[in-house]
């Protein structure tokens, strides 16, 4: 295990846990395994899912009610004891670990649905629902989840939120700070703050929770949502294509969204290195023959035949103009979700290689690709590979250079060249993951100082004594 470190980070000026908080933490949460101590049971939450971090917290909590979040913060604003909450630990940009022994509040217990109403598609619950067990529950009544994303099977909903998560629908329903009605938080002081409300349209005043959207556990932890949910779709078609150059993809996406319209829910894209990772490593077959960029349009309406029918239509005709040169059609469940597990599975596959550089960035669609050509020629035979892949349909690309071990010439070949690159095209240095603990030096990159100034005086009104997930999101002067 490696971890990415910044040497001369020193630890908060905090308090240290003491048996008699342990007791006390006893107290407000009753009951077997809810205060771990015990450091083999902490290894699992102390590191981050793609193991580029490692923190050496002594304290696990697992409260299950609002209640139990407000007793802990209470004591820990009061003791001046830093914390870090945490989900389902999915993150990819190290904010979900402590960095030294801050205490990790967790919210797996947190997973009760409170309510769902079935005319308007409105779900409202804790923080710790799994996404995955959240889609379930709404599809039995014909709605889904607005978001969707590779780690659905672990990831909660409070997690989702705290990052604003994108994921492979947000070009369909667009992202979490419109389908999000309302929640609730914890303040640092232990506070209860009740912004969960769950109507449509609402405008008395500031729209409070969308601060709490994307804040990583910075301003507060947030115990319940209200999320709007769209109508599940009845025929779900997907079209995997292989393309000869870049430039085709964004053709192809141009006519797709001319042809497929109104029943386009996904496009994304991979580079032929990330197919290998597919079908090396994962040992998956690609569904196409080989080429160099592929393509995975997604279609979700409400009449079968008539989605099936569009889509091999557009089909004929991207092969008839060259445009595309091969392509397969899945309308069946076992083929399509056969096909997004290659996309899906990407960030798995690619932790086979040992150690991944992992980078999340928006761009202007005619630079998109040039990042990861300058990058192959740039690190050269000293990675193990370079790869390219994305929510192209929403000018997001995910690039990951792999080594065998945490290498630092690789990482200084890559850092700052990269947010240099992407500031230059004034793309985004996070598009979805987020800045947490490893990326927030960089925030100057994407965000101005008079933006960087605003989060900075919020963060003191929120949390004054920063006990909340400090190390992550704001940078250090
Ligand atoms: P965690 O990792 O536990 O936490 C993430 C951050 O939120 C941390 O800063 C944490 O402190 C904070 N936090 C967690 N819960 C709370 C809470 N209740 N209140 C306040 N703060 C909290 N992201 C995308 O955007 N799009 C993708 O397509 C995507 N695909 C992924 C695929 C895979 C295989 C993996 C491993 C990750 C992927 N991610 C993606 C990254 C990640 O953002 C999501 O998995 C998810 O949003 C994280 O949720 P979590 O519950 O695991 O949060
Ligand atoms: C994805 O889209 O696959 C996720 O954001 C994870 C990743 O970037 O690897
Ligand atoms: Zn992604």
């Given at each position: 295990l490696t971890s990415v470190r910044y040497p001369d980070l020193k630890r908060g000026n905090y308090a240290t846990v003491t048996d008699k908080d342990v007791a006390l933490f006893e107290r407000i949460l009753p009951g077997a395994a809810r205060v771990i101590t015990d450091?083999?049971?902490?290894?699992?939450?102390?590191?981050?899912?793609?193991?580029?971090?490692?923190?050496?917290?002594?304290?696990?909590?697992?409260?299950?009610?609002?209640?139990?979040v407000s007793a802990i913060l209470k004591v820990c604003h009061e003791r001046n004891l830093a914390v870090v909450p945490q989900g389902g630990n999915t993150g990819l940009v190290g904010g979900s670990v402590p960095v030294f022994d801050e205490v990790i509040i967790s919210t797996q217990q947190m997973n009760q649905i409170?309510?769902?109403?079935?005319?308007?598609?409105?779900?409202?619950?804790?923080?710790?629902?799994?996404?995955?067990?959240?889609?379930?529950?709404?599809?039995?009544?014909?709605?889904?989840?607005?978001?969707?994303?590779?780690?659905?099977g672990s990831c909660h909903i409070g997690g989702n939120l705290a990052t604003n998560a994108g994921g492979v629908r947000l070009l369909r329903y667009g992202s979490l700070h419109g389908s999000v009605l309302g929640l609730e938080a914890?303040?640092?002081?232990?506070?209860?703050?009740?912004?969960?409300?769950?109507?449509?349209?609402?405008?008395?005043g500031y729209d409070v929770k969308q601060i709490f959207i994307g804040s990583e556990g910075t301003l507060g932890i947030i115990t319940k949502a209200a999320i709007l949910c769209p109508q599940k779709p009845e025929a779900v078609n997907l079209a995997f294509l292989g393309v000869e150059s870049f430039s085709k993809v964004l053709e192809v996406f141009r006519a797709t969204k001319r042809s497929l319209a109104e029943i386009l829910s996904a496009y994304e894209f991979m580079d032929t290195e990330t197919m290998k990772v597919a079908t090396d490593n994962l040992k998956l077959n690609n569904p196409v023959s080989d080429h160099p960029y592929y393509i995975?349009?997604?279609?979700?309406?409400?009449?079968?035949?008539?989605?099936?029918?569009?889509?091999?239509?557009?089909?004929?005709?991207?092969?008839?103009?060259?445009?595309?040169?091969?392509?397969?059609?899945?309308?069946?469940?076992?083929?399509?979700d056969y096909i997004w597990s290659i996309r899906e599975r990407i960030a798995e596959g690619l932790l086979h290689d040992g150690y991944c550089y992992k980078y999340d960035v928006s761009l202007p669609l005619e630079n998109f690709y040039d990042l990861v050509t300058d990058m192959r020629t740039r690190v050269g035979d000293k990675a193990t590979r370079v790869v390219g892949y994305g929510h192209v349909g929403d000018g997001n690309l995910h690039l990951n250079v792999t080594?065998?071990?945490?290498?630092?010439?690789?990482?200084?070949?890559?850092?700052?060249?990269?947010?240099?690159?992407?500031?230059?095209?004034?793309?985004?240095?996070?598009?979805?993951?987020?800045?947490?603990?490893?990326?927030?030096?960089?925030?100057?990159?994407?965000?101005?100082?008079?933006?960087?100034?605003?989060?900075?005086?919020?963060?003191?009104?929120?949390?004054?004594?920063?006990?909340?997930?400090?190390y992550k999101t704001l940078p250090d002067e």
């Open positions: 450091p083999s049971e902490l290894e699992g939450a102390n590191t981050d899912w793609i193991k580029n971090c490692r923190g050496a917290s002594q304290l696990l909590l697992k409260p299950k009610t609002t209640e139990d409170t309510s769902f109403d079935s005319l308007s598609g409105i779900l409202v619950c804790q923080a710790g629902c799994i996404l995955g067990n959240l889609d379930n529950y709404v599809s039995e009544h014909n709605y889904t989840m607005p978001l969707d994303l590779g780690a659905k914890v303040l640092a002081n232990g506070e209860v703050l009740d912004c969960l409300s769950s109507l449509r349209k609402d405008n008395t995975l349009i997604e279609t979700s309406g409400s009449n079968s035949s008539h989605d099936e029918e569009k889509l091999n239509q557009f089909l004929e005709t991207m092969m008839e103009s060259g445009l595309v040169l091969d392509g397969t059609v899945a309308a069946e469940k076992t083929k399509i080594s065998p071990q945490y290498d630092t010439d690789v990482m200084n070949l890559i850092e700052p060249f990269i947010y240099d690159w992407v500031s230059q095209y004034k793309g985004s240095i996070s598009a979805e993951h987020g800045l947490g603990f490893k990326k927030r030096q960089f925030i100057y990159h994407s965000k101005s100082r008079s933006a960087v100034k605003v989060m900075k005086n919020m963060k003191t009104i929120f949390d004054p004594k920063g006990i909340l997930n400090p």
